[in-house]
C-alpha cells in the first residue's frame, strides 16, 4: 500500500491485516507526537520497531536524524527493512531483541496480536531462538548520545532498564509500560530511571504512554 503522511507520500509494507492496525495506531493516534515537537534531534534508538511504522514516523518528522532500530521477530524484521528503504542509509536495523543479557533467549509470536514478547501470554503462541542484546550495548552502539529513546517491549522495560549504566547518554525517552505482564506498577518502572522527570503519562488501561526528560 501507499501512504500519504506530512508531505510524503511512501510504499508502506506488511503481510498480515492485523499490521495496520499498527499502521492506524502511528499514523491516525499519532502516539508519538511529542517527539515531533522536539528541537535538534540528531540520534533516535527504537527498541521495538515492529513492522518500522515508528522509525517511519520519525524520519518523517527528524529526516536529518540517525535511527538505529531493534526488532528480533523475523518476519515483522522483513518488513521492516523494506518499510525503512526510502528513508536513507541512516537508519541501522538489527534483527536483535534488547533484553537484560547478551545471548540467546526464548521469544514468544503471537499470531492474534502484534505485540510479540519474552512472556507467554496464550495458548496460540509459538517460541523462537532469538538474539539478544544488553540496552548499556544498544546504546554505545550508536557511538552518539541519544536524543530520543523509544521502547515498546511488551513489559521486558522492567528487567531492561534495571542497573543499566549508560543512561547519563540518553536525554528523552518515550514509551509503552506494560505493569500488568509482569505484576508490577507504573511506580515500579519510573525507580528504574533516576535523573528523569515525567513529563507526559497517558494511562491506556492497565498500561501506559510515557515522556521522559532531563
Known amino acids: 500500500m501507499r501512504l500519504r503522511f506530512h508531505e510524503k507520500t511512501f510504499p508502506f509494507h506488511f503481510k498480515r491485516l492485523l ?4 499502521v492506524r495506531e502511528m499514523f491516525v493516534a499519532l502516539p508519538y507526537r511529542r517527539v515531533a515537537s522536539l528541537d535538534h534531534v540528531a540520534t533516535l534508538l527504537d527498541l521495538g520497531g515492529n513492522i518500522g511504522a515508528s ?15 531493534y526488532e528480533p521477530d ?5 518488513m521492516l527493512r523494506k518499510n525503512i528503504e526510502p528513508f ?3 537508519v541501522y536495523a538489527l534483527q536483535k531483541a534488547v533484553s537484560s543479557i547478551s545471548g540467546r ?30 540496552l548499556d550495548e544498544a546504546i554505545r552502539n550508536t557511538g552518539a548520545d541519544i536524543d530520543v529513546l523509544k ?17 547519563a547518554r540518553v536525554r528523552q525517552m518515550i514509551g509503552e509500560i506494560h505493569p500488568d505482564l509482569v505484576g508490577k506498577t507504573f ?9 528523569f522527570n515525567l513529563a507526559l503519562h497517558e494511562r491506556q488501561g492497565a498500561r ?5 526528560s532531563r
Open 151 to 167: 521502547f515498546d517491549i511488551e513489559g521486558a522495560e522492567y528487567e531492561v532498564f534495571k542497573d543499566t549504566k549508560e543512561l
Open 74 to 78: 523475523p518476519e515483522c524484521f522483513e
Open 88 to 90: 536513507g542509509e541512516d
Open 105 to 134: 533467549r526464548t521469544f514468544y509470536k503471537n499470531a492474534e496480536h502484534w505485540g510479540n514478547s519474552f512472556f507467554t501470554r496464550a495458548k496460540n503462541e509459538h517460541a523462537i531462538e532469538v538474539d539478544c542484546v544488553s
Open 208 to 212: 501506559s504512554l510515557a515522556f521522559f
Open 55 to 69: 522509525v517511519v514516523y520519525f524520519k518523517l518528522m527528524h529526516p536529518e536524524a540517525k535511527v538505529w532500530v
Open 187 to 195: 511506580e515500579d518502572f519510573v525507580s528504574l530511571i533516576p535523573g
Open 19 to 22: 499490521d495496520f492496525s499498527v
